[in-house]
């Protein structure tokens, strides 16, 4: 299956990334099939070719969540944008208490007799 996702290029502590299209086995900086273009995070410049990424989508290249939003606030994909895979911790999560266990038949029945 064929992934558009980013490959991180530039210098050191100023990264600038391709928008290619790989297999998705393939390494994250290894071989790519198509380079469509380049992405700049500092200038927030998306520069790519609409018309290869349309061709690209229509060969059934399934875009990355971050590509996929990327395409959208850019106004080249119409569709909403994704969530990432990962979800959001919510609010006060992991402070609820712990909910009382429930006792086994067994359990209730050595309570009521009685013990001598």
């Not at 064929?2 to 391709?18: E, F």
């Not at 060969?59 to 606030?73: D, E, F, I, R, Y």
């Not at 999560?93 to 013990?115: F, L, M, N, R, W």
Request: no cysteine; hydrophobic share 35%.
């Amino acid at each position: 299956m064929l992934r558009m996702r980013l490959q991180r290029r530039g210098k050191k502590n100023y990264a600038t990334y391709r928008v290619v299209v790989a297999d998705r086995g393939a390494p994250v900086k290894g071989r790519f099939v198509a380079d469509l273009g380049g992405y700049n995070p500092h200038t927030d410049a998306l520069v790519v070719n609409q018309e290869d990424v349309s061709l690209w989508l229509g060969k059934g290249a399934q875009p990355s969540a971050t590509v996929h939003n990327l395409l959208v606030t850019h106004n080249l994909l119409k569709a909403d944008k994704v969530t990432s895979w990962r979800p959001k911790r919510k609010e006060g999560a992991g402070t609820e208490a712990t909910p009382e266990k429930s006792e086994t038949p067994a359990e209730t029945k050595a309570k009521d007799t009685p013990q001598e």
